[in-house]
């Protein structure tokens, strides 16, 4: 996130702020957005069976975008068959350096249309321009040029073993990163050979579908990527199909869990990237600037709508109140507004429905007996909007403490040892990140050593690279994406020779 400039101690008042401010608004008339989008099954976009769509809505107004094909369990039916096709015909046998160059074609292509997929992913999403620009896009071109570089090369992939593709495999995403999620879940999945089914979140299906037109002029033979627009119930139909080999979802753990059940019943392979409750821990050492930005990156990036968020904030007794003071101050400085406005930090929540649910939270804690700190910067008054806010007076068991807002709100805590941090830190049913501020190595290698989460970032926070794993533990699942281990959750492995 790149905000508002500042000076370090914060002190800069409002009106200097945003004296320079003039709104420069991304172009819409830059993507070509038609009333109506079909389902992509077998290389073709066709209506689904029986005709039924749904509205895709942009959040920062409320206006109706488009109509989208909502697939049923037949039109499922007609994918996983198309996708099986495909695999038993043509993608399986295919040397990887062929796949290679189908992905690699396929991330040009995003590459060229980069501009176009930026500004579709913010109408259709609410996020701000800067970070589909400057994030979203460039981190999804990235995924599917690396695992374009690992097609040839899988059998060093895991030393010692042989990796087969496993089949078709059945791909959910959620909404917080539409695009991004997407490449992470196909880039992969199709490098080692396997066809997919991809399910892309009911809020935000544009550009999944951007993407798998992409696909068909990058030249992919037809029903090596298929996408099935629809919510729950189209979901449910992919995850529970006999003829998926492999189920990764990306959403939340309550759909994770019954994914896991669908699965076990027919024994279905399964990875869960789930949710997540990330603690920042801030101990008294730290440079106080740098973990500032990165409290705030950790959570006001994309309206916190982040699985690895840092929702919740441990910060040492001794300086609890130099560093909330600052946090306040600094929240001023966010410009909460239009989403294509390229000033924009903070856009609009994804839809109204998550709106009700982060406002419910926040006067749940607020009864509770919570003080509740927001920017005093007006609103826009339409859209689904919601001011960056930093709870403090929690004790730990509030539900804003323990549950994933998926919203733009810190919880607050303060802790005196090393090993209060901790305990504090792992208070959670969820595991997928944590960061630790401090200038000692030793107590970054301790704590970090003791918390429970995935991802632990020290003295700094949201990294990401296509080779390095990410994934959670507890409640926020199972298995990896990125990296090596990511390769390895699309592959049968088998001894070398066996
Ligand atoms: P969600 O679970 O409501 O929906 C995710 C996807 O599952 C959507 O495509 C949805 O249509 C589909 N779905 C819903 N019910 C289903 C069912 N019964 N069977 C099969 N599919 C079903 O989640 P969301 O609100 O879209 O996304 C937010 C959640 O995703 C948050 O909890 C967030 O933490 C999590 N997330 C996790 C990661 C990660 O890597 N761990 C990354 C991004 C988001």
Not at 89 to 118: I, N, V
Not at 202 to 225: D, I, K, M, N
Not at 376 to 404: H, K, M, N, Q
Request: hydrophobic share 40%.
């Amino acid at each position: 996130m790149t905000t508002t400039p500042q000076n370090d101690t914060g002190t800069r008042d409002l009106a200097a702020a945003f004296a320079d401010y003039a709104p420069s608004v991304e172009g819409r008339d830059i993507v070509t957005i038609r009333p109506r989008y079909g389902l992509l099954s077998g290389g073709e976009e066709r209506d689904a069976r029986d005709g039924a769509v749904f509205a895709t809505i942009d959040p920062s107004t409320g206006d109706h975008i488009a109509e989208v094909a909502e697939g049923s369990a037949q039109d499922v039916d007609d994918a996983v068959a198309a996708a099986r096709a495909a695999y038993e015909s043509t993608w399986r046998d295919m040397p990887g350096r062929t796949r290679a160059k189908y992905l690699f074609r396929l991330a040009r292509l995003l590459q060229d249309r980069s501009r176009e997929f930026a500004v579709l992913e913010t109408i259709d999403g609410g996020k701000p321009i800067r970070e589909s620009r400057d994030v979203d896009v460039p981190l999804a071109a990235a995924h599917l040029f690396h695992h374009a570089g690992w097609a040839d090369k899988l059998e060093y992939a895991v030393p010692g073993m042989t990796g087969r593709p496993l089949g078709v495999v059945g791909q959910i995403t959620p909404w917080n990163f539409p695009l991004l999620m997407v490449a992470w879940k196909i880039a992969p999945a199709l490098a080692c050979g396997n066809t997919v089914v991809l399910k892309p979140a009911e809020t935000t299906p544009l550009t999944a579908l951007l993407l798998g037109e992409l696909a068909r002029e990058a030249g992919f033979p037809p029903g090596v990527l298929n996408v099935v627009t629809g919510a729950g119930a189209t979901g449910a139909a992919l995850a529970g199909h006999p003829g998926v080999d492999k189920v990764a979802f990306t959403g939340s753990t309550e759909v994770g869990k019954a994914i896991r059940r669908a699965t076990a019943e027919r024994g279905t392979r399964l990875t869960l990237e789930l949710g997540g409750k990330g603690a920042h821990v801030v101990f008294d050492d730290a440079a106080l600037d740098q973990a500032v930005e990165g409290v705030v990156d950790g959570i006001f990036f994309n309206q916190g709508h982040v699985c690895c968020a840092g929702s919740r904030l441990l910060v040492q007794e001794g300086i609890a109140d130099e560093l909330l003071g600052r946090l306040r101050r600094r929240i001023e400085l966010l410009r909460v507004g239009d989403p294509l406005d390229k000033n924009t930090d903070v856009g609009a929540i994804n839809s109204h429905a998550q709106l009700e649910r982060i406002r419910g939270f926040v006067e749940d804690a607020r009864e509770d007996g919570a003080r509740i700190h927001q920017t005093s910067r007006p609103l826009p008054e339409r859209g689904f909007y919601f001011p960056p806010t930093i709870v403090e007076g929690l004790g730990g068991s509030e539900a804003i403490c323990r549950e994933e807002v998926f919203g733009p709100v810190l919880a607050v805590q303060t802790f005196r040892t090393e090993a209060e941090a901790v305990a504090r830190a792992n208070a959670t049913r969820y595991g997928l990140s944590a960061g630790v501020w401090t200038e000692k190595g030793s107590r970054i290698l301790w704590v970090s050593q003791r918390l429970r989460a995935g991802v632990v970032w020290a003295n700094s926070f949201n990294r990401f690279d296509p080779a390095s794993p990410f994934g959670g533990m507890r409640e926020s699942g199972f298995g990896r994406e990125g990296g090596r281990q990511g390769l390895q959750e699309y592959l049968r492995l088998e001894p070398v020779g066996a």
